[in-house]
């Protein structure tokens, strides 16, 4: 679903910052990377980054870190221990563990923070929620599961999923009824799990390249039982590939932003990426970019950079796990001003300053 565009410019842009996290000399739990975080204010007022940490052999866990912030500008963090670790059986496989690329959204209409995360587990990558009242202690609600759509002509739950966000306000649903939307990214590929089963795209979807999806949560449902979070229905695709910066595929990014347009969605795009399964893109280009949704129906776009918001530059972004990697997951406000949480090249995590590229003043219509 995707009507003409009424809104032609996305008037965003992103200004680097700098370094923020970086391995820990002699942290076992570090060693192959700090990277992707979420983030979330604690109860205390102070801004906490959720980093994934990954160990060696790619065991990824999720840790907890104050973020220090220096004449107004996030500069650095304190780590504060594991809050999340791959310590269920559908968490991990004989070879693989992982809890990994957490999103954490407050949302408002349950007053709970909701950290989706993708569960490494023996089918491979399935994403999966945990909540929590004081950014501390997480409780895990189990995977997502989506309901059955006799018009797709498959089963979403076959497929591995990815990049997977709440919104942070209800939304009206497709049934017209307030709903919490959340955007996520199936990838049609069954090869890795049972070669020669290839890639089944639903009905409907004449791009198989993996492209940002929606779906919505009954809030009524949620609020008589929280575990109704993890049941998603009326899934459809509202974004393929379409930038020369997406040629290979795209995901969500941070929660979309209530900005006087509507919903502004940071994403990534990918070139170069030509690999099954889940093994590293090596020689993939990972840039950010960013997209307008009808803040009336999410599942419509009003309008989408035609080139990136940032690009792989520094050496920290060039060179690590996967060089040439920047890769949006969080957005947090700071004294006014809002600034956007990536991961640099899988190894490092970085930040830059979200600001309006026409001069109105700061995304939530507040003057910086």
Do not use: C
Not at 113 to 140: C, K, Q
């Amino acid at each position: 679903m995707n009507p003409t565009a009424s809104v032609q410019t996305v008037p965003y842009a992103l200004r680097r910052i700098g370094t923020i996290m970086e391995p820990e000399p002699g942290n076992p739990l570090e060693v192959e990377g700090v990277l992707n975080p979420g983030t979330a204010r604690g109860p205390d007022g102070e801004l906490y980054l959720f980093p994934r940490m990954v160990a060696e052999g790619n065991v990824s866990r999720i840790g907890r870190a104050r973020v220090v912030v220096t004449d107004g500008v996030p500069t650095g963090v304190e780590r504060q221990g594991v809050v999340l670790a791959p310590d269920e059986q559908w968490e991990h496989g004989t070879r693989n563990a992982g809890v990994e690329d957490p999103r954490i959204t407050f949302v408002e209409p349950l007053g709970l923070h909701v950290m989706t995360y993708v569960a490494y587990g023996p089918l491979g990558p399935r994403p999966a929620l945990a909540v929590s009242e004081d950014t501390v202690a997480w409780r895990r609600l189990g995977p997502l599961r989506f309901g059955y759509q006799p018009e797709l002509g498959t089963d979403l739950n076959l497929f591995a999923n990815k990049d997977v966000v709440f919104f942070p306000e209800a939304v009206p649903g497709p049934d017209g009824r307030p709903a919490l939307a959340l955007l996520h990214r199936p990838m049609w590929d069954l090869d890795w799990l049972r070669p020669g089963e290839g890639a089944p795209a639903p009905r409907g979807v004449e791009d198989d390249r993996p492209s940002i999806w929606i779906g919505f949560v009954d809030l009524d449902a949620v609020r008589r039982d929280l575990a109704a979070l993890t049941s998603v229905t009326h899934a459809s695709m509202i974004a393929a590939p379409e930038m020369p910066y997406e040629e290979s595929k795209i995901g969500g990014g941070p929660a979309p932003i209530r900005v006087p347009e509507g919903w502004l969605v940071l994403h990534h795009g990918v070139t170069g990426a030509d690999v099954k399964g889940f093994e590293l893109a090596y020689g993939a280009r990972y840039t950010a970019g960013a997209m307008l949704l009808d803040a009336a129906d999410p599942r419509r776009i009003l309008a989408r950079t035609a080139e990136p918001l940032l690009v792989p530059e520094t050496d920290d972004e060039l060179e690590g796990t996967l060089g040439n990697v920047v890769f949006p997951t969080a957005v947090e406000q700071v004294g006014g001003r809002r600034f956007v949480f990536y991961g640099m090249a899988d190894s490092r995590i970085g930040v830059a300053e979200l600001v309006r590229a026409d001069g109105a003043g700061s995304p939530d219509g507040a003057e910086s």
